[in-house]
């Protein structure tokens, strides 16, 4: 049956069935709307919990409203319940612009087409062709919450970003960062993009700024964030440049490379 499909569904998913939670056997429209619901602040703390996806195991036609077995057409009206329909992750959507596919490797399904993403093993996700030879492997890379709004990453909704370092971010807690002038990863500290002109323009500030005699003389010790060395370098009031790779993303320490190392 082709009908219009615009009057159902929710704010997640366009599609004609609702879900029965296996683990509350209250009926939620998806999975998110579930988890949305039972972690909102007027549930208890102890009642809390999200809906295991796999375990899912009963769908309700929105048209007929017949409870059924996870498939894919209705087994009372024969409606198609959803045009995408994955029976491993027992998801349901009608909106196949989004090119879904299911990732065996990531053990759910995922958007943007199968052929312009590739599965690394090591960082255990899916990532675009485009970082197929240039990320940065991180075991377990996006197995853990967003360092800015702590929502867990493997699943989520929202676009996620791989910074140079290969932590992962969600785009738009990156681009916030960004725009209260935070340019380093939350977790490692190295510069989260492209920051030569930003070493630059400190060059011409730090040249422009010369320090009283009193100072010209004084060493400090400092480690580099960006790429981990530990140098003995001319004190200045600005910023202190990585005699290494020309960073200012720098921070001082109180010793050598040892003490550096003990510390990191």
Known sequence: MELDSEQYGCAHYTRRCKIRAPCCGEVFD?????????????????????????????????????????????SGCGACMGKYFCGKCNFFDDDVTKNQYHCDGCGICRTGGVDKFFHCDKCGCCY????????????GAMHHNCPVCFEYLFDSTKDISVLHCGHTIHLECLNEMRAHHHFSCPVCSRSACDMSDAWKKLDEEVAATPMPEFYQKKMIWILCNDCGVTSNVNYHVLAQKCPGCSSYNTRETRGGPAAARSRV
Do not use: F, G
Request: hydrophobic share 25%; aromatic share 2%.
């Open 30 to 74: 998806c999975r998110h709307c579930h988890n949305e619901a039972k972690n909102s602040l007027e549930i208890d703390l102890n009642d809390r919990h999200e809906i295991p996806r796999h375990e899912i195991n009963k769908v309700i036609c929105s048209l007929c409203n017949k409870e059924q077995d996870v498939q894919q057409y209705c």
């Open 128 to 139: 675009s062709n485009v970082l197929r030879d240039s990320h940065h492997c991180v075991e």
